[in-house]
């Protein structure tokens, strides 16, 4: 049982190129969310999904997209990264939604430097 | 706008010493609050605060959400170095989002 999982855990990217950041998790969880971190400014929600099938913009959506693949697998997709996107992303999943009290498990997050 | 707001942003103290943690919140359908504690990789989880006044404990760690002051405080006594970390609390907002605050960096010197 090995959780949430991310790969890559690090990636340098110049700016204009594009990636695509995955993440799996094993817990059967319905719900999936994509963080990142900035020094200083706690974490900050870029997209969620819900369940299979539905994915919804959080607070920071702008220059980022996503796909849930299947009930396991939620990837973000950077189309033409930016200096501002330099971050570390972190992964979530959690059974039902957060407002239903279940507990979000993070993976171990993605350190992304943008040249 | 939403926000979460946690003070201090960084408290540095002795071993053995008490501290207290601030954590206030402005949320649109504010459901719960989170704890976390995040050391060098990902947030673990602490403790989900959603009835006012009710004091959960867990160890030597303890919290208490106040709806009436919008603000919750994390209390960790007799503090040990494995204590430092980044903590972080985050407001539940309706049925999926999480509005985290900056977070609060603890650092537990022997």
């Known amino acids: 049982n090995a959780g949430v999982t991310q790969t890559p855990k690090f990636q340098v990217l110049k700016t204009g190129q594009s990636m695509t950041l995955q993440c799996a998790q094993d817990?059967?969880?319905?719900?999936m969310y994509w963080y990142r971190q900035d020094p200083g400014m706690g974490l900050r929600l870029i997209y969620y999904?819900?369940?299979?099938?539905?994915?919804d913009k959080g607070e920071v959506p702008n220059g980022y997209n996503v796909s849930r693949l299947n009930k396991r697998e939620f990837s973000l997709r950077l189309e033409s990264a930016a200096p501002s996107q330099t971050s570390v992303y972190f992964c979530?999943?959690?059974?039902?939604?957060?407002?239903?009290?279940?507990?979000?498990?993070f993976g171990p997050g993605t350190r992304l430097t943008v040249l | 706008e939403d926000k979460v707001v946690q003070s201090p942003l960084s408290l540095v103290v002795h071993e053995g010493d008490t501290v207290t943690l601030n954590c206030s919140y402005e949320v649109t359908n504010f459901r719960s609050l989170l704890w976390y504690k995040q050391e060098k990789k990902a947030p673990t989880f602490l403790f989900m605060l959603?009835?006012?006044?009710i004091e959960k404990k867990s160890g030597r760690l303890s919290s208490i959400l106040d709806k009436k002051e919008l603000s919750s405080i994390l209390n960790i006594t007799a503090t040990q170095t494995g204590d430092s970390a980044i903590y972080l609390c985050?407001?539940?907002?309706?049925?999926?989002?999480?509005?985290f605050g900056q977070g609060t960096r603890l650092t537990i010197n022997p």
């Open positions: 999904s819900a369940s299979e099938g539905t994915t």
């Open positions: 817990m059967n969880h319905n719900s």
């Open positions: 985050a407001a539940i907002q309706g049925a999926q989002k999480l509005v």
């Open positions: 959603t009835s006012s006044g």
């Open positions: 979530a999943s959690s059974e039902g939604g957060a407002g239903l009290g279940d507990t979000q498990y």
